[in-house]
């Protein structure tokens, strides 16, 4: 389970009737918002509205100018999803190697592991600066070496991945260092 890609996304879509280019906050400018779950990057079928030239303009906000009749909405990218590895390797005494698998969601994305002594309060990250994934729509292998363990010490970790469409967290995990 993903808890952070459990709940629907929202699409903002901008439109005008007269075929004139969308401008957000003009009176010509007609915005619609619609609930989806995305499932991967690619199209996106919203039903009871028809779309016709639609500019990215960034931020999740969609433009969308001279409707036809069509209800294929293509998105270039959606939040990546991250999924925890429950399987750690201690490598020595102070330190260990987590792991799981991150989808993409379409665009370049960039992962790292969140952990600490307590589940409430993960405040490292390994690596230091996060890794970067290509863009692409099939989960990929991705690790991280935990340092400077305490022996004896509980420690929890959750994979986060980020790119522009969002950031999402995977399962809590956990495990004891020697």
């Not at 994979?159 to 995990?173: D, F, H, P, Q, Y």
Request: proline share 9%; charged share 15%.
């Amino acid at each position: 389970m993903k808890p952070d890609q459990d709940v629907d996304s929202v699409i903002d879509l901008f439109y005008t009737n007269d075929g004139s280019p969308p401008v957000p906050g003009t009176p010509s400018t007609i915005p619609y918002t619609k609930p989806f779950k995305p499932a991967q990057a690619g199209s996106l079928n919203i039903e009871g509205l028809a779309i016709g030239n639609v500019t990215d303009s960034g931020g999740g906000i969609y433009q969308v100018s001279s409707p036809v009749a069509s209800t294929t909405f293509t998105v270039a990218c959606v939040a990546p999803t991250p999924s925890t590895g429950s399987t750690v390797t201690i490598l020595n005494s102070v330190e260990a190697k987590v792991a799981g698998t991150v989808d993409p969601g379409g665009c370049e994305t960039k992962f790292w592991f969140a952990w600490g002594s307590s589940k409430t309060a993960l405040n490292q990250t390994s690596p230091a600066t996060p890794g970067v994934l290509p863009a692409g729509t099939s989960a990929l292998p991705v690790d991280s070496i935990l340092e400077n363990l305490d022996s004896s010490t509980v420690y929890y970790f959750q994979l986060v991945a980020s790119n522009s469409a969002g950031t999402a967290k995977g399962e809590i995990e956990s495990f004891k260092s020697r």
